[in-house]
Structure formats: C-alpha cells, structure tokens
C-alpha cells in the first residue's frame, strides 16, 4: 500500500484528493494544514508551517515510510516577487525534508492551473496547450515551483507531474477558492433580500467561452498521473472537458434557487458583501443552518477575479486523453449538483 502525503489538506483540491484517497483503499493517507480537514475514514493529520524548515523537519521526520508527496498548498502574497518565494519555500521544504527521510519516495506531484498561461492578464493563445511558450515575466510561482523541482528530481530515484485545471469547484467550506461556495451564498443572500441573481461580471464575462474542473475528477486525474508511468516528469491540463457560457448557464443557475434572473450588471462582490453578515447571521437562525461565520464561507475577492475575465479560457485537454485518461463532467449538472449538497448538508437555505 502507498503512503501519501496531501499537503494543503483544507484547500477544495486538497480535501477532495484526500477523500478519494482514503476511499480508494489503496492508500495511506497524511493530511498537512493548520487545522485538521473534517473527512471520513481513517487519516493522519500533521499541523506543519511548511514556511519554517525546522517545523517540517521536526514534525516529518518520522514519516520514512512516505512514497507520495500531492502538493495542493497555496499561499497569497501582495506582489508577484512574494508570491513566487514564498510558495518556492513551501514546497522546497517540504520536499527537501521527504527526501531527507523517506528512501522508497516515488513520485510528487505539483497543482498549478492556467495562470501557467497568462489566464489572469488578459486575453490569451486558446486553446492553451501545455507545449506553448511562458508568457509571464519571472518571476511567477508556478514556473519557479516547477522549474525547482525539476532540477531537484535529477539524479533522483523519484519523479514528478503536475495538473493545470481552471476556477476548480467542490463542495467545501472555508476553502479561498471555491467558485460554487461563492455563487451559492450569493444567490441565497439575494433571496433573502428579495433581490434577482444580477451577473456580477464585466459585461463580456457573460458571454465568453469559460471552463471549469470539478474537484473529484481532479482527485482522480491526480492520483492516475502518479501512478502512470506515461504521465512522469510532464504536465497536464485537465478540467471538465466541455465549456460554457454565463449568458447560458446563469438563468438554470436563478431556477434552482427559485429566482429571477437580474440584468447583467458590473459590481464588486466584494464590496456589496462587505456588510451582508448580519443577513447571512438571519439566514442562519431562519433555517437552522451550520453556523458557520459568514467571514468564512466564501471568497468574495476570488469571485470578482472570475467574473472580471472578458475573454476565452480554454484549456487544451487532448494530451491526458490520449494518455489514457478520458473521463468528462457535465459542468452545469456539476453546479446544480453542488448547490444541492450544500442545501442537503445545511450549509445554505
């Protein structure tokens, strides 16, 4: 049996990874973050400051017997030069100190997404393609991530890959970037209001071609790269496999939560949420939901990135299909199957 390491156990991606993992059978699993992931099954939960070498090399040192390490951390910093060594450190300690102890280590495995591409500056070469040229100025984390840990697999017994999804969703809470958490909690502080479910995006947001990645078929794309040889010391795109528009989607969106569909309209969620607690807190008592305090149900910050692009992301998905990894999502059956698990969990009304 592998033993895994999941570090960034609380994220979406990494809650999920571990989950399937667990229910695999096929793995023992090791959860790293700051507070222990709520799952089901037996796991190991390690609370490390991957930003501190001594941490992680006082609290993994025991862990010889490790043969996977999934990195799903994730770190904000204010400007790009912070971002890039900041989350370098993360994972070069981590990695360094596995290496340290664990002699059988056999794969790591890196999340990255289409930043790789330039997805967040603007309108970018579609569809992306995992052999196209760099396009961000150095430094940017993910290159420095990758570029590291290339050269800290040469003469090494153990390999690397990495998965490039886009605006990954699950059901999760407290998760900073969650798409569905952010559309679910809007959409019900707007009933509660009496107010349309308004696009919040840019104007051409609403009509872009848009891709999304359900967080299970990431876990299991991730777990098929590290076990296929084919998919070694390389990257590969993944998300659900179709596209959309919010122009389509949006109004099956308002239906499921019984209301209308505003006119399309550019705000900051960020903004008009700024002072939506109190509601949220009324929501809460009218129909005995968690209490979950609103400061940690959503990203609003992360909300308004997404509907900001007013141009195509698409992401290229043919190289892990011709590798041998076919599976698809349905992604507007993915967020209306979302929504209801918030509501059957009594995370939303």
């Given amino acids: 049996m592998n033993r895994a390491i999941v570090a960034g156990a609380t994220g979406v991606t990494g809650r999920y990874l571990m989950q399937h993992l667990i229910d695999s059978g096929r793995w023992n699993v090791i959860g790293l973050s700051r507070r222990k992931p709520e799952l089901c099954g037996a796991f190991q939960h390690i609370a490390v400051d991957l930003l ?51 002699p059988s280590l056999e794969h790591v495995h890196l999340v990255e997404g289409t930043k790789w591409y330039g997805s967040h500056l603007g309108a970018f070469k579609t569809p992306a393609k995992e052999s196209d040229p760099r396009v961000v100025a150095e430094p940017f984390f993910y290159y420095a991530q990758q570029d590291w840990l290339e050269a800290a697999r040469k003469d090494r017994k ?49 009509h872009i071609l848009y891709q999304v990645s359900d ?44 209301l209308d569909v505003g006119p399309q309209r550019h705000f900051s969620l960020q903004a008009f949420m700024s002072d939506k607690a109190p509601v949220w807190d009324r929501i809460v008592k009218k129909h005995g939901l ?60």
């Fill in 52 to 102: 501190d070498a001594a941490d992680c090399r006082a609290k993994l040192a025991s862990l010889g017997d490790v043969t996977h390490v999934f990195y799903a951390a994730y770190l904000d910093e204010s400007s790009q030069d912070e971002l890039a060594e900041v989350n370098l450190r993360m994972l070069r300690n981590l990695v360094e100190t596995v290496t340290r102890v664990a």
């Fill in 158 to 206: 153990w390999t690397w890959s990495a998965i490039r999804p886009h605006t990954i969703c699950g059901f999760s809470v407290g998760s900073p970037m969650n798409l569905t958490t952010v559309i679910a909690v809007y959409a019900s502080i707007c009933k509660e209001l009496g107010l349309p479910l308004t696009h919040p995006g840019r104007p051409d947001n609403y």
């Fill in 215 to 258: 967080a299970g078929l990431l876990a299991r794309a991730i777990e098929w790269m590290a076990s296929s040889t084919q998919c070694h010391d390389q990257a590969f795109n993944m998300t659900n496999g179709d596209l959309f528009r919010w122009e389509d989607l949006w109004p099956r969106i308002a239906a499921f939560f019984e």
């Fill in 290 to 349: 968690h209490p979950y305090r609103f400061e940690e149900l959503a990203a609003w910050k992360f909300g308004d990135f997404v509907f900001s692009a007013e141009w195509d992301v698409i992401s290229d998905c043919g190289k892990a299909r011709r590798a041998g990894f076919c599976e698809t999502v349905d992604s507007e059956e993915m967020f209306l199957r979302l929504f209801s698990r918030f509501r059957q969990e009594k995370i939303i009304p």
